[in-house]
Protein backbone atom coordinates (compact mmCIF):
# COMPACT_ATOMS: atom_id res chain seq x y z
CA UNK A 1 0.00 0.00 0.00
CA UNK A 2 1.68 2.95 -1.02
CA UNK A 3 1.85 6.52 0.99
CA UNK A 4 -0.36 8.65 -0.75
CA UNK A 5 -2.93 5.43 -0.59
CA UNK A 6 -2.48 5.34 3.24
CA UNK A 7 -2.71 9.42 3.62
CA UNK A 8 -5.50 9.34 1.81
CA UNK A 9 -7.82 6.64 3.56
CA UNK A 10 -6.10 8.15 6.81
CA UNK A 11 -8.20 11.37 5.75
CA UNK A 12 -11.18 9.19 5.13
CA UNK A 13 -11.06 7.94 8.50
CA UNK A 14 -10.55 11.55 9.90
CA UNK A 15 -13.72 12.85 7.96
CA UNK A 16 -15.90 9.88 8.92
CA UNK A 17 -15.58 11.31 12.49
CA UNK A 18 -15.63 15.04 11.35
CA UNK A 19 -16.72 16.36 14.83
CA UNK A 20 -14.27 14.23 17.32
CA UNK A 21 -11.76 14.92 14.82
CA UNK A 22 -11.60 18.74 15.06
CA UNK A 23 -12.25 18.44 18.94
CA UNK A 24 -8.56 16.41 18.35
CA UNK A 25 -7.24 18.99 16.70
CA UNK A 26 -8.39 21.81 18.56
CA UNK A 27 -6.07 21.03 21.36
CA UNK A 28 -2.89 21.14 19.12
CA UNK A 29 -4.36 24.09 17.52
CA UNK A 30 -4.76 25.94 21.10
CA UNK A 31 -1.34 24.83 21.86
CA UNK A 32 0.36 25.90 18.56
CA UNK A 33 -1.34 29.37 18.46
CA UNK A 34 -0.34 30.07 21.87
CA UNK A 35 3.45 29.29 21.03
CA UNK A 36 3.51 31.44 17.87
CA UNK A 37 2.00 34.20 19.86
CA UNK A 38 3.66 33.80 23.11
CA UNK A 39 6.96 33.55 21.02
CA UNK A 40 6.28 36.61 19.06
CA UNK A 41 4.86 38.68 22.19
CA UNK A 42 8.16 38.57 23.34
CA UNK A 43 9.71 39.08 20.30
CA UNK A 44 8.02 42.08 19.73
CA UNK A 45 8.67 43.44 23.60
CA UNK A 46 12.47 43.09 22.76
CA UNK A 47 12.29 44.53 19.20
CA UNK A 48 10.29 47.60 20.85
CA UNK A 49 12.73 47.90 23.61
CA UNK A 50 15.92 47.64 21.04
CA UNK A 51 13.99 50.52 18.97
CA UNK A 52 13.17 52.91 22.12
CA UNK A 53 16.99 52.44 22.70
CA UNK A 54 18.08 53.00 19.20
CA UNK A 55 16.21 56.04 19.28
CA UNK A 56 18.33 57.62 22.23
CA UNK A 57 20.98 58.46 19.97
CA UNK A 58 23.70 56.30 18.41
CA UNK A 59 26.73 55.66 20.69
CA UNK A 60 25.20 56.97 23.73
CA UNK A 61 26.84 56.69 27.64
CA UNK A 62 24.26 57.52 30.04
CA UNK A 63 25.26 58.44 33.29
CA UNK A 64 22.49 57.92 36.41
CA UNK A 65 23.24 58.85 40.08
CA UNK A 66 24.50 55.79 41.21
CA UNK A 67 22.91 53.64 44.72
CA UNK A 68 23.43 55.95 47.75
CA UNK A 69 24.67 54.71 51.05
CA UNK A 70 22.69 56.00 53.75
CA UNK A 71 24.41 56.73 57.22
CA UNK A 72 22.57 53.78 58.63
CA UNK A 73 24.46 51.39 55.78
CA UNK A 74 20.83 51.13 53.58
CA UNK A 75 21.83 51.33 50.20
CA UNK A 76 19.36 52.44 47.61
CA UNK A 77 19.06 51.38 44.08
CA UNK A 78 20.66 53.29 41.17
CA UNK A 79 19.03 56.83 40.17
CA UNK A 80 17.83 56.92 43.67
CA UNK A 81 20.34 59.39 45.19
CA UNK A 82 20.83 62.76 43.86
CA UNK A 83 24.86 62.73 43.22
CA UNK A 84 24.86 64.47 39.90
CA UNK A 85 24.62 68.04 39.39
CA UNK A 86 24.73 70.66 36.75
CA UNK A 87 28.98 71.29 37.93
CA UNK A 88 29.34 67.53 36.56
CA UNK A 89 27.91 68.01 32.90
CA UNK A 90 30.10 70.95 33.11
CA UNK A 91 32.86 69.56 33.87
CA UNK A 92 32.56 66.71 31.08
CA UNK A 93 32.36 69.69 28.58
CA UNK A 94 36.29 70.02 29.14
CA UNK A 95 37.77 68.24 25.81
CA UNK A 96 40.87 67.59 27.24
CA UNK A 97 39.36 65.69 30.12
CA UNK A 98 36.78 64.22 28.14
CA UNK A 99 38.33 63.63 24.41
CA UNK A 100 36.41 61.26 22.94
CA UNK A 101 33.13 62.59 24.11
CA UNK A 102 31.32 65.04 21.38
CA UNK A 103 28.23 66.17 23.22
CA UNK A 104 27.08 65.99 26.80
CA UNK A 105 23.88 66.95 27.82
CA UNK A 106 22.68 67.03 31.66
CA UNK A 107 18.70 66.24 31.76
CA UNK A 108 16.48 66.69 34.59
CA UNK A 109 13.05 66.53 35.01
CA UNK A 110 10.25 67.34 35.90
CA UNK A 111 6.25 67.08 35.81
CA UNK A 112 4.39 70.46 34.58
CA UNK A 113 1.19 71.91 33.17
CA UNK A 114 1.27 74.10 30.28
CA UNK A 115 -1.38 76.64 29.35
CA UNK A 116 -2.02 77.96 26.04
CA UNK A 117 -5.30 80.49 26.70
CA UNK A 118 -8.14 77.64 27.63
CA UNK A 119 -6.26 74.79 26.82
CA UNK A 120 -4.39 73.00 29.91
CA UNK A 121 -1.58 69.84 29.19
CA UNK A 122 0.08 68.29 31.82
CA UNK A 123 3.53 67.00 30.35
CA UNK A 124 7.30 66.38 31.29
CA UNK A 125 9.59 69.00 31.37
CA UNK A 126 12.84 68.42 30.31
CA UNK A 127 15.93 70.41 31.47
CA UNK A 128 19.00 70.38 29.44
CA UNK A 129 21.50 72.37 27.12
CA UNK A 130 21.62 72.69 23.63
CA UNK A 131 23.82 69.58 23.24
CA UNK A 132 20.50 67.46 23.99
CA UNK A 133 19.11 67.59 20.35
CA UNK A 134 22.56 65.96 18.66
CA UNK A 135 22.90 63.80 22.04
CA UNK A 136 19.63 62.39 22.09
CA UNK A 137 19.54 62.45 17.86
CA UNK A 138 16.47 64.55 17.69
CA UNK A 139 15.50 66.93 14.96
CA UNK A 140 13.06 69.99 14.79
CA UNK A 141 9.92 70.35 12.50
CA UNK A 142 9.48 73.85 12.87
CA UNK A 143 11.73 77.09 14.57
CA UNK A 144 15.30 76.22 15.75
CA UNK A 145 16.40 74.77 19.33
CA UNK A 146 16.87 77.36 21.92
CA UNK A 147 21.08 78.67 21.56
CA UNK A 148 24.12 78.53 23.71
CA UNK A 149 23.10 82.02 24.92
CA UNK A 150 19.03 81.40 25.99
CA UNK A 151 20.57 78.58 27.76
CA UNK A 152 23.47 80.36 29.99
CA UNK A 153 20.92 83.01 31.00
CA UNK A 154 18.01 80.43 31.20
CA UNK A 155 15.51 82.10 29.06
CA UNK A 156 11.77 81.51 28.97
CA UNK A 157 12.16 79.46 25.80
CA UNK A 158 10.54 76.24 25.00
CA UNK A 159 10.27 73.46 22.03
CA UNK A 160 7.40 71.43 22.14
CA UNK A 161 7.42 67.46 21.61
CA UNK A 162 5.25 67.10 18.43
CA UNK A 163 2.24 65.68 20.67
CA UNK A 164 2.37 68.39 23.33
CA UNK A 165 2.65 71.08 20.35
CA UNK A 166 -0.80 69.47 18.48
CA UNK A 167 -2.51 69.12 22.29
CA UNK A 168 -1.85 72.87 22.69
CA UNK A 169 -2.08 74.74 19.77
CA UNK A 170 -4.14 72.15 17.31
CA UNK A 171 -3.16 72.53 13.35
CA UNK A 172 -1.78 76.30 14.35
CA UNK A 173 2.12 76.75 14.22
CA UNK A 174 3.33 77.04 18.00
CA UNK A 175 6.60 78.47 17.02
CA UNK A 176 6.51 82.30 18.09
CA UNK A 177 3.38 81.78 20.58
CA UNK A 178 3.57 81.94 24.32
CA UNK A 179 2.46 79.61 26.94
CA UNK A 180 1.81 79.83 30.20
CA UNK A 181 3.89 77.50 33.06
CA UNK A 182 3.15 78.09 36.40
CA UNK A 183 2.66 81.84 36.24
CA UNK A 184 5.60 82.18 34.01
CA UNK A 185 5.13 83.04 30.42
CA UNK A 186 7.53 81.06 27.95
CA UNK A 187 7.93 81.21 24.16
CA UNK A 188 8.18 78.22 21.82
CA UNK A 189 10.94 78.52 19.55
CA UNK A 190 10.92 75.46 18.26
CA UNK A 191 8.46 71.83 17.68
CA UNK A 192 10.36 68.53 17.48
CA UNK A 193 9.51 65.88 15.02
CA UNK A 194 8.30 62.90 15.70
CA UNK A 195 10.49 60.58 17.01
CA UNK A 196 8.15 57.87 15.42
CA UNK A 197 10.63 54.56 17.02
CA UNK A 198 7.87 53.77 19.21
CA UNK A 199 4.69 51.93 18.18
CA UNK A 200 2.85 53.07 21.93
CA UNK A 201 2.35 56.10 23.16
CA UNK A 202 5.98 57.24 23.80
CA UNK A 203 6.84 60.23 26.42
CA UNK A 204 9.46 60.91 23.51
CA UNK A 205 6.94 63.07 21.48
CA UNK A 206 5.05 64.48 24.56
CA UNK A 207 7.64 66.91 26.50
CA UNK A 208 8.79 70.19 26.92
CA UNK A 209 12.56 70.73 26.21
CA UNK A 210 13.64 73.98 28.25
CA UNK A 211 17.49 75.11 29.16
CA UNK A 212 18.37 73.80 32.23
CA UNK A 213 18.08 76.78 34.41
CA UNK A 214 14.63 77.52 33.07
CA UNK A 215 13.80 74.32 34.13
CA UNK A 216 14.70 74.92 38.07
CA UNK A 217 13.17 78.17 37.55
CA UNK A 218 9.70 76.63 36.42
CA UNK A 219 9.57 74.25 38.96
CA UNK A 220 10.86 75.82 41.94
CA UNK A 221 13.08 73.80 42.39
CA UNK A 222 16.54 74.93 44.04
CA UNK A 223 18.62 71.84 43.79
CA UNK A 224 21.42 71.76 41.74
CA UNK A 225 21.01 67.78 40.69
CA UNK A 226 20.65 66.59 37.73
CA UNK A 227 18.75 62.83 37.11
CA UNK A 228 20.46 61.76 34.10
CA UNK A 229 23.69 62.93 31.77
CA UNK A 230 23.68 62.09 28.50
CA UNK A 231 27.27 61.71 26.83
CA UNK A 232 27.79 61.36 23.33
CA UNK A 233 30.68 59.66 22.02
CA UNK A 234 32.60 60.64 18.82
CA UNK A 235 32.08 57.22 17.31
CA UNK A 236 31.18 53.72 18.27
CA UNK A 237 35.08 52.75 18.28
CA UNK A 238 35.59 55.46 20.62
CA UNK A 239 32.70 54.50 22.86
CA UNK A 240 34.41 52.30 25.67
CA UNK A 241 37.23 55.15 25.90
CA UNK A 242 34.87 57.69 26.47
CA UNK A 243 33.48 55.34 29.12
CA UNK A 244 36.56 55.49 30.45
CA UNK A 245 37.07 59.02 30.76
CA UNK A 246 34.02 59.91 32.00
CA UNK A 247 34.10 57.00 34.71
CA UNK A 248 37.48 58.35 35.93
CA UNK A 249 36.56 62.48 35.83
CA UNK A 250 33.52 61.82 37.85
CA UNK A 251 35.28 59.73 40.38
CA UNK A 252 37.71 61.97 40.69
CA UNK A 253 35.21 64.83 41.46
CA UNK A 254 33.29 62.87 44.13
CA UNK A 255 36.45 61.59 45.45
CA UNK A 256 35.43 57.98 45.19
CA UNK A 257 36.75 55.64 43.59
CA UNK A 258 35.46 53.25 40.68
CA UNK A 259 34.44 50.43 42.61
CA UNK A 260 32.06 51.86 45.05
CA UNK A 261 31.49 54.54 42.59
CA UNK A 262 28.03 57.01 43.20
CA UNK A 263 26.76 56.73 39.59
CA UNK A 264 26.62 54.12 37.24
CA UNK A 265 27.29 54.53 33.49
CA UNK A 266 25.28 52.49 31.01
CA UNK A 267 25.82 51.71 27.49
CA UNK A 268 23.07 50.96 24.64
CA UNK A 269 24.45 47.57 25.05
CA UNK A 270 23.69 47.29 28.28
CA UNK A 271 20.40 48.94 28.44
CA UNK A 272 19.53 46.26 25.63
CA UNK A 273 20.62 43.40 27.06
CA UNK A 274 19.28 44.06 30.70
CA UNK A 275 15.70 44.63 28.74
CA UNK A 276 16.21 41.47 26.82
CA UNK A 277 16.81 39.37 29.75
CA UNK A 278 13.95 40.36 31.60
CA UNK A 279 11.66 39.67 28.31
CA UNK A 280 13.62 36.54 27.98
CA UNK A 281 12.59 35.42 31.02
CA UNK A 282 8.57 36.33 30.38
CA UNK A 283 9.01 34.66 26.91
CA UNK A 284 10.48 31.27 28.54
CA UNK A 285 7.70 31.38 30.75
CA UNK A 286 4.63 31.92 28.24
CA UNK A 287 6.47 29.84 26.15
CA UNK A 288 6.23 26.90 28.97
CA UNK A 289 3.18 27.59 29.17
CA UNK A 290 2.35 26.81 25.91
CA UNK A 291 4.37 23.98 25.59
CA UNK A 292 2.51 22.31 28.43
CA UNK A 293 -0.53 23.16 26.32
CA UNK A 294 0.99 21.46 23.26
CA UNK A 295 1.74 18.27 25.66
CA UNK A 296 -1.97 18.29 26.89
CA UNK A 297 -3.20 18.54 22.86
CA UNK A 298 -0.86 15.28 22.05
CA UNK A 299 -1.93 13.24 24.99
CA UNK A 300 -5.74 14.47 23.24
CA UNK A 301 -4.65 12.87 20.03
CA UNK A 302 -3.10 9.92 21.91
CA UNK A 303 -6.45 9.49 23.07
CA UNK A 304 -8.49 9.99 20.54
CA UNK A 305 -6.53 7.48 18.33
CA UNK A 306 -7.05 4.40 21.25
CA UNK A 307 -10.48 5.41 20.91
CA UNK A 308 -10.23 5.00 17.58
CA UNK A 309 -8.08 1.57 17.65
CA UNK A 310 -11.08 -0.01 20.14
CA UNK A 311 -13.97 1.17 18.20
CA UNK A 312 -12.36 -0.31 14.82
CA UNK A 313 -10.74 -3.11 16.14
CA UNK A 314 -13.50 -5.17 13.62
CA UNK A 315 -12.20 -2.72 10.82
CA UNK A 316 -8.73 -3.90 11.62
CA UNK A 317 -8.72 -7.50 12.20
CA UNK A 318 -11.04 -7.23 8.55
CA UNK A 319 -8.36 -5.65 6.75
CA UNK A 320 -5.26 -7.89 8.32
CA UNK A 321 -7.50 -11.09 6.74
CA UNK A 322 -7.82 -8.85 3.47
CA UNK A 323 -3.94 -8.46 3.33
CA UNK A 324 -2.73 -5.65 5.50
CA UNK A 325 0.63 -6.83 7.16
CA UNK A 326 0.92 -5.47 10.41
CA UNK A 327 3.32 -3.06 9.45
CA UNK A 328 0.76 -1.53 7.10
CA UNK A 329 -1.53 -1.77 10.17
CA UNK A 330 0.87 0.34 12.21
CA UNK A 331 1.72 3.04 9.43
CA UNK A 332 -2.01 3.56 8.69
CA UNK A 333 -2.99 4.58 12.41
CA UNK A 334 0.40 6.60 12.34
CA UNK A 335 -0.25 8.55 9.21
CA UNK A 336 -3.55 9.12 11.50
CA UNK A 337 -1.99 10.47 14.05
CA UNK A 338 0.19 12.58 11.83
CA UNK A 339 -2.34 14.44 9.89
CA UNK A 340 -4.61 15.18 13.19
CA UNK A 341 -1.12 16.54 14.30
CA UNK A 342 -0.49 18.53 11.25
CA UNK A 343 -3.71 19.81 10.45
CA UNK A 344 -3.53 20.70 14.30
CA UNK A 345 -0.55 22.70 13.57
CA UNK A 346 -1.35 24.17 10.22
CA UNK A 347 -4.50 25.69 11.61
CA UNK A 348 -2.54 26.78 14.65
CA UNK A 349 -0.30 28.58 13.08
CA UNK A 350 -3.00 30.53 10.67
CA UNK A 351 -5.00 31.44 14.00
CA UNK A 352 -1.52 32.32 15.89
CA UNK A 353 -0.65 34.95 12.77
CA UNK A 354 -4.15 35.83 12.28
CA UNK A 355 -3.85 36.47 16.14
CA UNK A 356 -0.51 38.53 15.59
CA UNK A 357 -2.42 40.69 13.57
CA UNK A 358 -5.32 41.32 16.15
CA UNK A 359 -3.56 41.00 19.43
CA UNK A 360 -1.56 44.46 18.95
CA UNK A 361 -5.03 46.29 18.57
CA UNK A 362 -6.15 45.19 21.82
CA UNK A 363 -3.34 45.50 24.05
CA UNK A 364 -1.40 47.59 22.59
CA UNK A 365 2.09 45.14 22.35
CA UNK A 366 3.54 44.47 19.25
CA UNK A 367 4.15 40.87 18.20
CA UNK A 368 6.72 39.61 16.10
CA UNK A 369 6.00 36.22 14.41
CA UNK A 370 9.16 34.85 13.62
CA UNK A 371 9.19 32.29 10.56
CA UNK A 372 11.66 30.04 12.32
CA UNK A 373 9.45 29.85 15.44
CA UNK A 374 6.18 28.77 12.88
CA UNK A 375 8.22 25.94 11.19
CA UNK A 376 9.08 24.71 15.03
CA UNK A 377 5.90 24.75 16.18
CA UNK A 378 4.99 23.44 12.42
CA UNK A 379 7.20 20.43 13.12
CA UNK A 380 6.84 20.05 16.39
CA UNK A 381 2.78 19.42 16.25
CA UNK A 382 3.76 17.08 12.88
CA UNK A 383 5.88 15.21 15.56
CA UNK A 384 3.29 15.32 18.43
CA UNK A 385 1.30 13.53 16.03
CA UNK A 386 3.67 10.51 15.75
CA UNK A 387 5.32 10.76 18.70
CA UNK A 388 1.71 10.25 20.49
CA UNK A 389 0.14 8.17 17.97
CA UNK A 390 3.06 5.42 18.18
CA UNK A 391 1.55 3.12 21.37
CA UNK A 392 -2.44 3.16 19.55
CA UNK A 393 -0.90 2.13 16.14
CA UNK A 394 0.94 -0.38 17.94
CA UNK A 395 -1.94 -1.03 19.66
CA UNK A 396 -3.81 -1.93 16.39
CA UNK A 397 -0.78 -3.87 15.11
CA UNK A 398 -0.71 -6.53 16.92
CA UNK A 399 -4.77 -7.14 17.55
CA UNK A 400 -4.95 -10.93 16.04
CA UNK A 401 -7.18 -10.61 12.87
CA UNK A 402 -9.56 -13.53 14.56
CA UNK A 403 -9.91 -11.78 17.98
CA UNK A 404 -10.70 -8.71 15.72
CA UNK A 405 -13.19 -9.82 13.33
CA UNK A 406 -14.89 -12.26 16.09
CA UNK A 407 -15.33 -8.84 18.68
CA UNK A 408 -18.69 -7.18 18.91
CA UNK B 1 -6.07 -32.90 -10.44
CA UNK B 2 -3.35 -31.69 -8.13
CA UNK B 3 -3.53 -30.65 -3.96
CA UNK B 4 -4.49 -27.01 -3.12
CA UNK B 5 -4.59 -27.98 0.26
CA UNK B 6 -2.77 -30.48 2.64
CA UNK B 7 -2.80 -30.66 6.56
CA UNK B 8 -0.61 -33.15 7.93
CA UNK B 9 -1.13 -34.25 11.50
CA UNK B 10 -2.50 -30.83 12.47
CA UNK B 11 -3.42 -30.15 16.04
CA UNK B 12 -4.52 -27.05 17.71
CA UNK B 13 -4.83 -26.31 21.49
CA UNK B 14 -5.81 -23.16 23.23
CA UNK B 15 -4.43 -22.46 26.86
CA UNK B 16 -6.37 -20.48 28.46
CA UNK B 17 -4.82 -20.47 32.19
CA UNK B 18 -4.17 -23.42 33.62
CA UNK B 19 -6.71 -25.19 31.44
CA UNK B 20 -5.82 -26.97 28.25
CA UNK B 21 -8.49 -27.30 25.16
CA UNK B 22 -7.66 -29.01 21.98
CA UNK B 23 -9.97 -27.65 19.40
CA UNK B 24 -8.13 -29.82 16.67
CA UNK B 25 -6.70 -33.37 17.29
CA UNK B 26 -5.06 -34.71 14.73
CA UNK B 27 -6.50 -33.40 11.02
CA UNK B 28 -5.07 -35.00 7.98
CA UNK B 29 -7.02 -34.04 4.78
CA UNK B 30 -5.92 -32.85 1.26
CA UNK B 31 -8.39 -30.87 -0.91
CA UNK B 32 -7.77 -30.82 -4.56
CA UNK B 33 -7.98 -27.51 -6.65
CA UNK B 34 -11.63 -27.48 -8.32
CA UNK B 35 -13.26 -28.89 -5.30
CA UNK B 36 -16.70 -27.81 -3.55
CA UNK B 37 -15.87 -28.53 0.26
CA UNK B 38 -18.51 -28.45 3.19
CA UNK B 39 -17.26 -29.06 6.68
CA UNK B 40 -20.15 -29.36 8.87
CA UNK B 41 -20.28 -29.58 12.47
CA UNK B 42 -21.89 -28.41 15.72
CA UNK B 43 -20.74 -25.64 17.91
CA UNK B 44 -17.45 -26.53 19.67
CA UNK B 45 -16.97 -29.14 17.01
CA UNK B 46 -13.77 -26.97 16.16
CA UNK B 47 -14.82 -26.20 12.49
CA UNK B 48 -14.02 -22.47 13.33
CA UNK B 49 -10.46 -23.05 14.09
CA UNK B 50 -10.72 -25.51 10.88
CA UNK B 51 -11.64 -22.38 9.25
CA UNK B 52 -9.06 -20.03 11.07
CA UNK B 53 -6.56 -22.32 10.31
CA UNK B 54 -7.31 -22.96 6.54
CA UNK B 55 -7.62 -18.84 6.01
CA UNK B 56 -4.07 -18.51 7.49
CA UNK B 57 -5.64 -16.30 10.29
CA UNK B 58 -3.90 -18.74 12.86
CA UNK B 59 -1.10 -21.21 12.99
CA UNK B 60 -1.52 -24.92 14.20
CA UNK B 61 0.10 -25.45 17.51
CA UNK B 62 1.60 -28.91 15.42
CA UNK B 63 1.24 -30.40 12.24
CA UNK B 64 1.55 -29.32 8.57
CA UNK B 65 -0.58 -27.06 6.56
CA UNK B 66 0.24 -26.80 2.52
CA UNK B 67 -1.45 -23.78 0.46
CA UNK B 68 -1.15 -24.18 -3.05
CA UNK B 69 2.69 -26.07 -2.41
CA UNK B 70 3.71 -23.51 0.31
CA UNK B 71 4.14 -24.80 3.90
CA UNK B 72 2.95 -22.20 5.94
CA UNK B 73 3.19 -23.61 9.46
CA UNK B 74 6.46 -21.37 9.87
CA UNK B 75 5.61 -17.85 8.45
CA UNK B 76 5.09 -15.00 10.37
CA UNK B 77 2.57 -12.61 10.49
CA UNK B 78 3.54 -10.36 7.47
CA UNK B 79 4.03 -13.19 5.59
CA UNK B 80 0.74 -14.19 6.56
CA UNK B 81 -0.60 -11.22 5.42
CA UNK B 82 0.37 -11.87 1.92
CA UNK B 83 -0.85 -15.50 1.33
CA UNK B 84 -4.31 -14.34 2.71
CA UNK B 85 -4.48 -11.61 0.43
CA UNK B 86 -2.68 -13.85 -2.66
CA UNK B 87 -4.19 -17.32 -2.29
CA UNK B 88 -7.46 -17.04 0.02
CA UNK B 89 -11.10 -14.59 -0.48
CA UNK B 90 -13.20 -14.50 2.79
CA UNK B 91 -16.78 -14.89 3.07
CA UNK B 92 -18.09 -14.03 6.41
CA UNK B 93 -21.15 -14.46 7.86
CA UNK B 94 -21.45 -10.58 9.34
CA UNK B 95 -20.58 -9.35 6.07
CA UNK B 96 -17.59 -7.24 7.54
CA UNK B 97 -17.96 -4.74 4.78
CA UNK B 98 -16.47 -1.26 5.85
CA UNK B 99 -19.82 0.86 6.23
CA UNK B 100 -18.42 4.19 4.75
CA UNK B 101 -17.45 2.91 1.92
CA UNK B 102 -18.80 2.77 -1.33
CA UNK B 103 -19.42 -1.02 -2.86
CA UNK B 104 -16.80 -0.76 -5.55
CA UNK B 105 -14.07 0.71 -2.74
CA UNK B 106 -14.76 -2.26 -0.36
CA UNK B 107 -14.16 -4.52 -3.27
CA UNK B 108 -10.86 -3.18 -4.27
CA UNK B 109 -9.22 -3.18 -0.67
CA UNK B 110 -7.68 -6.73 -1.12
CA UNK B 111 -6.12 -4.95 -4.15
CA UNK B 112 -4.79 -1.87 -1.96
CA UNK B 113 -3.22 -4.08 0.05
CA UNK B 114 -1.62 -6.28 -3.29
CA UNK B 115 -0.60 -2.59 -4.40
CA UNK B 116 -2.31 -1.95 -7.63
CA UNK B 117 -2.46 1.21 -9.32
CA UNK B 118 -5.69 2.48 -8.60
CA UNK B 119 -7.20 2.44 -12.28
CA UNK B 120 -6.64 -0.98 -12.63
CA UNK B 121 -8.45 -1.91 -9.01
CA UNK B 122 -11.64 0.07 -9.67
CA UNK B 123 -11.71 -1.61 -13.34
CA UNK B 124 -11.28 -5.03 -11.57
CA UNK B 125 -13.53 -4.15 -8.80
CA UNK B 126 -16.16 -2.78 -11.37
CA UNK B 127 -15.91 -6.49 -13.29
CA UNK B 128 -16.08 -8.58 -9.71
CA UNK B 129 -19.15 -6.80 -9.17
CA UNK B 130 -20.90 -6.96 -12.36
CA UNK B 131 -19.71 -11.07 -11.97
CA UNK B 132 -21.82 -11.40 -8.86
CA UNK B 133 -24.89 -9.61 -10.67
CA UNK B 134 -24.17 -5.67 -8.68
CA UNK B 135 -23.03 -4.10 -11.83
CA UNK B 136 -25.53 -1.65 -10.92
CA UNK B 137 -24.52 -1.04 -7.25
CA UNK B 138 -21.07 0.16 -7.68
CA UNK B 139 -21.38 3.22 -6.00
CA UNK B 140 -24.03 1.98 -3.34
CA UNK B 141 -22.56 1.68 -0.18
CA UNK B 142 -23.26 -1.33 2.39
CA UNK B 143 -26.19 0.48 4.76
CA UNK B 144 -28.30 0.96 1.29
CA UNK B 145 -27.70 -2.29 0.16
CA UNK B 146 -29.52 -5.65 1.61
CA UNK B 147 -28.28 -8.73 3.22
CA UNK B 148 -28.09 -10.83 0.31
CA UNK B 149 -26.71 -7.45 -1.79
CA UNK B 150 -24.24 -7.10 0.91
CA UNK B 151 -23.20 -10.81 0.83
CA UNK B 152 -22.77 -10.74 -2.57
CA UNK B 153 -20.50 -7.43 -2.48
CA UNK B 154 -18.38 -9.64 -0.07
CA UNK B 155 -18.23 -12.36 -2.70
CA UNK B 156 -17.25 -9.99 -5.20
CA UNK B 157 -14.84 -8.37 -2.52
CA UNK B 158 -13.12 -12.12 -2.20
CA UNK B 159 -13.05 -12.80 -5.35
CA UNK B 160 -11.12 -9.91 -7.30
CA UNK B 161 -7.95 -10.92 -6.79
CA UNK B 162 -8.42 -14.23 -8.16
CA UNK B 163 -7.68 -16.50 -5.05
CA UNK B 164 -6.67 -20.09 -5.37
CA UNK B 165 -9.24 -20.82 -2.31
CA UNK B 166 -12.04 -18.81 -1.72
CA UNK B 167 -13.16 -20.10 2.33
CA UNK B 168 -16.87 -18.87 3.27
CA UNK B 169 -17.45 -18.75 7.06
CA UNK B 170 -21.48 -20.06 7.78
CA UNK B 171 -21.88 -17.22 4.66
CA UNK B 172 -25.80 -17.56 4.48
CA UNK B 173 -26.13 -17.49 8.24
CA UNK B 174 -27.36 -13.88 8.52
CA UNK B 175 -29.63 -14.43 5.02
CA UNK B 176 -33.18 -14.97 4.72
CA UNK B 177 -34.47 -18.13 2.22
CA UNK B 178 -34.64 -15.83 -0.91
CA UNK B 179 -30.93 -14.23 -0.48
CA UNK B 180 -29.29 -17.76 0.84
CA UNK B 181 -30.61 -19.32 -2.07
CA UNK B 182 -28.84 -16.46 -4.17
CA UNK B 183 -26.06 -16.66 -2.39
CA UNK B 184 -25.74 -20.61 -3.15
CA UNK B 185 -26.44 -20.23 -6.78
CA UNK B 186 -23.53 -17.97 -7.25
CA UNK B 187 -21.38 -20.25 -5.08
CA UNK B 188 -22.34 -23.04 -7.39
CA UNK B 189 -21.66 -20.65 -10.30
CA UNK B 190 -18.02 -20.07 -9.62
CA UNK B 191 -17.49 -23.96 -8.79
CA UNK B 192 -18.71 -24.43 -11.74
CA UNK B 193 -15.94 -21.91 -13.32
CA UNK B 194 -13.50 -23.96 -11.79
CA UNK B 195 -13.39 -21.63 -8.58
CA UNK B 196 -11.92 -24.13 -5.20
CA UNK B 197 -14.82 -23.56 -2.49
CA UNK B 198 -14.22 -24.58 1.43
CA UNK B 199 -17.81 -23.80 3.13
CA UNK B 200 -17.99 -23.95 6.74
CA UNK B 201 -21.80 -24.58 7.87
CA UNK B 202 -23.84 -26.35 10.48
CA UNK B 203 -27.44 -26.16 7.75
CA UNK B 204 -27.43 -29.79 6.48
CA UNK B 205 -28.93 -28.52 3.04
CA UNK B 206 -26.74 -25.82 2.41
CA UNK B 207 -23.27 -28.41 2.97
CA UNK B 208 -25.65 -30.72 0.24
CA UNK B 209 -24.82 -28.24 -2.16
CA UNK B 210 -21.23 -28.67 -1.94
CA UNK B 211 -19.69 -31.89 -3.47
CA UNK B 212 -17.88 -32.96 -0.95
CA UNK B 213 -18.63 -32.65 2.95
CA UNK B 214 -16.42 -33.11 5.98
CA UNK B 215 -17.95 -33.71 9.23
CA UNK B 216 -16.12 -32.45 11.94
CA UNK B 217 -16.75 -33.24 15.85
CA UNK B 218 -14.33 -33.01 18.57
CA UNK B 219 -11.51 -31.72 17.02
CA UNK B 220 -11.21 -34.58 14.63
CA UNK B 221 -12.93 -35.51 11.05
CA UNK B 222 -15.49 -38.01 11.27
CA UNK B 223 -17.06 -38.42 7.58
CA UNK B 224 -15.29 -37.67 4.59
CA UNK B 225 -18.09 -38.42 1.79
CA UNK B 226 -19.07 -37.57 -1.64
CA UNK B 227 -22.28 -35.42 -1.86
CA UNK B 228 -24.69 -34.97 -4.35
CA UNK B 229 -23.33 -34.17 -7.75
CA UNK B 230 -19.84 -35.13 -6.75
CA UNK B 231 -21.27 -39.03 -5.84
CA UNK B 232 -22.87 -39.04 -9.10
CA UNK B 233 -20.02 -38.06 -10.72
Known amino acids: MSWWETVRSGLAAIRAHRLRSALTVLGIVIGISSVILTVGLGQGAQQEVEDRIDALGSHLLIVSPGSSTDSSGVRGGFGSASTLTRADAVALTDRAAVPDAVGVAPVTTGSVSLVNGSTNWTTSLVGTTTDWLDVRSRELAAGRFFTATEAAQGAAVAVLGADTASELFGRQSPVGQQVTVNGTRVTVVGVLSSSGASSSGSTEDDQAVVPVGTASRLTGSTSDTVSTIYVEAASADRLSAAYQEVQTLLATRHGVTTADADFSIATQDSLVETANETNRTFTVLLGGVAAISLLVGGIGVMNIMLVSVTERVREIGLRKALGAAPSVIRRQFLVEASLLGLTGGLVGVVVGIAGAQVLPRLIDQAVAVSALATLAALATALALGVGFGVYPAGRAARLTPIDALRSE | ?233
Open chain 2, 1 to 233: MSALIELDGVRKTYRSGSLEVEALRGIDVRIDEGEYVAVIGPSGSGKSTLMNLLGCLDLPTEGRYVLAGEDTSSLDEAALAAIRNRRIGFVFQQFHLLPSMTAWRNVELPLVYAGLPRPERRERAIAALARVGLGDRVDHRPGELSGGQQQRVAVARALVTEPALLLADEPTGNLDSGSTRDVLELLDELHGSGRTIVLITHEPDVAARARRNLVIDDGVITVDRLTGAGASA
